[in-house]
């Protein structure tokens, strides 16, 4: 039986037998009690309960040679279905490559008020401001990380010291943070200007990645098209992507689709990866697609090039238990990891949505999927959602009028 046709406890008990899951990880899952009041009052503040989002997982992924099950928050229909699709036809072609890079976060120390002797002090205690950051986050340095980076940028009216520092495995808001403000303090007491703040960049800039998938022609055909006739015209909509801001901010939106749905899923903070991602694609001066298409060696070559800014530890990503639960059913050691996964996850979205554009229309999936939430909706449960989404498919009314007639004849009203 296919995934997508089991129930949710045919689903569990499957990812339980695969080794997906352990029985405890699969009793988690079922109490539907996730979070705790506790837990819940020290995230945020003001609490009055806890808002649920579908949970389930994508499949077929194989990236850098590795399998994995891919665990998405998502609340759009057909996001998770699109993912699976493109990685099951990139898995038959070979798979994901992806290219990490570095793993470091920049961090802005802004000054005003200086004299050019101050920042002739800066200048020549440079060594001592680095070991001083050093200094700040220990730890950090015994895990095979710390700053990596210090550099002065002259602003009209400003001073930023700006430091380059690798957090391994966190995300690093907090870390970098406490490391910018101790040091901070230091250079505080070497001049007589002021401190106006400090605060990491959530620019993103030292965590670029690349993903890659070469797809086989034979992998995109549909009833009615080729396989390199729909290739060359997913080069050419990309490629029109380039030229269209426009069209470049929903092709990155599809990508987003999937790469927010596994922020959600890990405890990532997706805020800070919409900020870096959309800077990154302004990035030439004109807004543009996170990845490109074209053909080499009679295949579909794909290529995602963006910032992944997350963590694999710390922050909400250790303390929710869903969050864990979505680390261990990917098998994730180390936040490199993480991060090939979701380019990878990005990249597949994007497939998905170029195939469907340049063939059928992104509708005749879309719509067939959303009918489904339109039956609930028009008030439809157990049997009748699947009964009206049928019923609805075969009319192409997606409305939630034609939703409550088909509902009201069903049940013989
Ligand atoms: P934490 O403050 O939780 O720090 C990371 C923790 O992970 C540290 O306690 C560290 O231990 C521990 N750790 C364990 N193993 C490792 C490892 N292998 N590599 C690195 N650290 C390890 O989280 P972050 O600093 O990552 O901050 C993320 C949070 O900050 C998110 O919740 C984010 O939403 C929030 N935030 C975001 C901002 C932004 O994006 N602008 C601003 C402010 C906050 P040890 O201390 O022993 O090193």
Not at 64 to 82: C, H, K, N, R, T
């Amino acid at each position: 039986m296919k995934i997508y046709e089991m129930t949710n406890e045919e689903r569990i008990r499957l990812l339980v037998q695969t080794g997906y899951l352990t029985t405890k990880q699969a009793e988690l899952l079922q109490s539907r009690r996730t979070i705790s009041l506790d837990l819940a009052n020290s995230l945020s503040e003001n609490q009055i309960g806890s808002f649920s989002l579908p949970y389930g997982f994508a499949t077929d992924f194989v990236v850098d040679g590795q399998d994995y099950l891919v665990p998405m928050v998502i609340e759009e229909p057909s996001v998770i279905a699109a993912a699976s699709n493109a990685a099951k036809r990139i898995k038959n072609s070979g798979g994901f490559r992806t290219f990490p890079s570095s793993r470091v976060v920049y961090g802005q120390i802004v000054l005003e008020n200086l004299t050019e002797t101050d920042i002739e002090t800066l200048e020549k205690k440079n060594s001592e401001i680095f070991e001083c950051a050093q200094q700040a986050h220990p730890s950090l340095i015994k895990r095979g990380g710390g700053i990596v980076s210090l550099r002065f940028n002259r602003y009209d009216g400003f001073l930023e010291i700006e430091l380059g520092i690798d957090t391994v495995d966190a995300m690093g808001a907090n870390m970098v943070n406490s490391i910018l403000e101790k040091t901070a303090h230091k250079i505080s007491s070497l001049v007589s200007g002021d401190i106006l703040c400090s605060i990491l960049s959530n620019s993103g800039q030292g965590q670029v990645i690349t993903a890659e998938a070469a797809i086989d022609f034979e992998q995109l055909k549909t009833k009615s098209m080729s396989g390199s006739e729909v290739a060359f015209r997913i080069v050419k909509l990309a490629n029109f992507a380039k030229q269209s801001v426009k069209r470049a901010v929903t092709h990155n939106k599809g990508i987003m689709n999937g790469i927010d749905a596994v922020y959600l899923a890990t405890g990532n903070d997706f805020r800070a990866q919409e900020a870096a991602a959309h800077s990154f694609a302004f990035e030439s001066g004109q807004y543009q697609p996170f990845s490109e298409w074209r053909i080499k060696d009679g295949q579909l070559l794909g290529t995602l090039k963006m910032p992944i800014e997350l963590g694999s530890v710390g922050g909400a990503i250790s303390a929710l238990p869903m969050a864990q639960l979505s680390l261990a059913i990917m098998k994730i050691t180390n936040s490199k990891q993480l991060q090939s996964v979701v380019a990878a996850v990005g990249l597949a979205n994007n497939l998905s949505a170029l195939r469907a554009l340049v063939t059928t229309g992104i509708q005749a999936g879309h719509m067939g999927l959303q009918s489904k939430s339109l039956a609930v909706s028009a008030g439809a449960s157990g049997f009748e959602i699947e009964e009206v989404s049928k019923r609805m498919n075969q009319t192409k009314n997606y409305t939630i009028e034609n939703a409550k007639n088909i509902l009201m004849k069903l049940r013989g009203k």
